[in-house]
Nanobody
Framework: QVQLVESGGGLVQAGGSLRLSCAAS????????MGWFRQAPGKEREFVAA????????NYADSVKGRFTISRDNAKNTVYLQMNSLKPEDTAVYYC?????????????WGQGTKVTVSS
């Protein structure tokens, strides 16, 4: 079955950077659009960024545009999220998922998440 394993989270000061990784298995990774979502304490899970299966198209939530960059390496079955200029409001558990491009929603397969804490 599909397995997604996120890593790279941690504690960082405001203005700092982190790079998240998500390793996929049990699927033909290069055939799927992939995305990152996040869930802050007490809030619903929200879309952050997505990348098409070819890597040629990306989409970002307005709140992260210009600061976050999503990328993928189909040879390594891995999707990345480079997060720069981090803000305290970026604090959340970050999840990767396969994505339905037309709706920017998950197709249903989630990883366990990786926690990002941004201190002010």
């Amino acid at each position: 079955q599909v397995q997604l394993v996120e890593s790279g989270g941690g504690l960082v000061q405001a203005g700092g950077s982190l790079r998240l990784s998500c390793a996929a298995s049990g699927m033909t990774f290069s055939s799927y659009n992939m995305g990152w979502f996040r869930q802050a304490p007490g809030k619903e899970r929200e879309f952050v960024a997505a990348i098409a299966w070819t890597g040629g198209k990306t989409n970002y939530a307005d709140s992260v545009k210009g600061r976050f960059t999503i990328s993928r390496d189909n040879a390594k079955n891995t999707v990345y999220l480079q997060m720069n200029s981090l803000k305290p409001e970026d604090t959340a558990v970050y999840y990767c998922a396969t994505v339905l491009w037309s709706a920017m929603t998950s197709l249903g397969s989630w990883g366990q998440g990786t926690k990002v804490t941004v201190s002010s």
